[in-house]
Nanobody, 119 residues
Framework: QVQLVESGGGLVQAEGSLRLSCVAS????????MGWYRQAPGKQRELVTT???????NYADSVKGRFTISRDNAKNTMYLQMNSLKPEDTAVYYC?????????????WGQGTQVTVSS
């Protein structure tokens, strides 16, 4: 099982920056596919960004060029650097991890951290 704990959310002005962190349990963190989802009130949950065990990343078009995902396997930690924030980035951000055991994929979710961007 994987436990995920997010931190770093808060209130920030438009054009400001914020850095989210996600600490994961487990001895095989380096093998997890990690990512961030977000969900705004009344909106569908959307995938923001992912990073593979090999360090390959992908971004939603809405955040590309502004957000950067990274991971530090030695610290079992994944980060989301958020720059040039916009009010439309306001959402609850969720850390996710995907593991594969015996050919079956399992997904894990953190509790979420609120990011609010003021106009």
């Amino acid at each position: 099982q994987v436990q995920l704990v997010e931190s770093g959310g808060g209130l920030v002005q438009a054009e400001g920056s914020l850095r989210l962190s996600c600490v994961a349990s487990g001895r095989a963190f380096s093998t997890y596919v990690m990512g961030w989802y977000r969900q705004a009130p009344g909106k569908q949950r959307e995938l923001v960004t992912t990073i593979t065990s090999g360090g390959r990343s992908n971004y939603a078009d809405s955040v590309k060029g502004r957000f950067t995902i990274s991971r530090d396997n030695a610290k079992n930690t994944m980060y989301l650097q958020m720059n040039s924030l916009k009010p439309e980035d306001t959402a609850v951000y969720y850390c996710t991890a995907v593991t594969v055991v015996a050919g079956v994929a399992y997904d894990y979710w953190g509790q979420g951290t609120q990011v609010t961007v003021s106009s």
